[in-house]
């Protein structure tokens, strides 16, 4: 493969799940470690990634650009926050995962909608901010630097004294088979712990997402409530899930 053709292939991976290992790159692309690693110090140096310690992410990953340039499949992601807004109920209790997707959901959210929202997510609690009758509890912990998400003990345990109406949960894959995964054993332990502090689950997710899997497990399709795309409910791309107990939308 063309070096222009893996800076191709690593761009399209990095925009569609955020944030990619070189490991699983060099697997993907049957190259050595070393041959990604130069790939995406090329990528970062002409500011189409970011190159963090042992892969990189998108530069949309923990910003959010007004004009949304640096967000990938922004119109999608509005599609979805859309959605997942008429889930909504004035006076509810939501939690909110990290996400581009969850940022955007956090953008649209209707000013005049009372709502008590938590997340661990510093980017989406500063979004929050801006909508005056909506409460912020940040839920606080070591902040992740790449993901800007706190994770860790401190932030587990707030989470196992609550229990929310609805939790918009972000995902790095899902598989109708293999369920939710992610690529960050830390990030994957906040959201379990997320799902315990839920009534009702629900993953905003791009269809490009849809049949990937990550090393990690979140949770099986079964316990997710409501599956969110940009799609209808009908679409072909989505026949995995119709014979499950969950809601498409």
């Given at each position: 493969m063309l070096k222009e053709e893996r800076h191709q292939f690593i761009l399209n991976e990095v925009r569609i799940h955020n944030r990619v290992l070189l490991t699983d790159i060099a697997d993907l692309l049957k190259v050595s470690v070393d041959t990604v690693r130069r790939d995406i110090k090329e990528l970062h140096n002409t500011d189409q990634l970011k190159k963090v310690h042992g892969g990189a992410i998108?530069?949309?990953?923990?910003?959010?650009?007004?004009?949304?340039?640096?967000?990938?499949?922004?119109?999608?992601?509005?599609?979805?926050?859309?959605?997942?807004?008429?889930?909504?109920?004035?006076?509810?209790?939501?939690?909110?995962?990290?996400?581009?997707?969850?940022?955007?959901?956090?953008?649209?959210?209707?000013?005049?909608?009372?709502?008590?929202?938590?997340?661990?997510?510093?980017?989406?609690?500063?979004?929050?901010?801006?909508?005056?009758?909506?409460?912020?509890?940040?839920?606080?912990?070591?902040?992740?630097?790449?993901?800007?998400?706190?994770?860790?003990?401190?932030?587990?345990n707030m989470l196992s004294e609550i229990k929310v109406d609805i939790c918009f949960l972000g995902t790095n894959s899902i598989h109708p088979v293999q369920g939710l995964t992610e690529f960050d054993w830390e990030i994957v332990q906040m959201k379990k712990a997320m799902i315990h502090s839920s009534r009702k689950v629900v993953s905003p997710c791009i269809s490009e997402k849809i049949g990937s899997l990550q090393r990690y497990k979140i949770c099986g399709t079964e316990d997710v409530d409501v599956l969110i795309t940009e799609l209808e409910p009908w679409d072909i791309k989505l026949d995995a899930f119709k014979t499950m107990n969950l809601q498409l939308l």
């Open positions: 998108s530069l949309g990953f923990n910003t959010y650009s007004p004009v949304g340039k640096k967000v990938y499949s922004l119109e999608k992601k509005s599609q979805i926050a859309e959605k997942a807004i008429t889930l909504i109920k004035e006076g509810q209790v939501i939690l909110l995962s990290g996400g581009t997707t969850n940022l955007e959901l956090a953008r649209r959210l209707p000013s005049k909608m009372k709502l008590t929202c938590f997340t661990p997510s510093l980017p989406i609690a500063v979004q929050l901010l801006t909508k005056s009758n909506v409460e912020v509890i940040f839920i606080g912990g070591r902040l992740s630097k790449d993901s800007q998400i706190t994770v860790g003990g401190s932030a587990i």
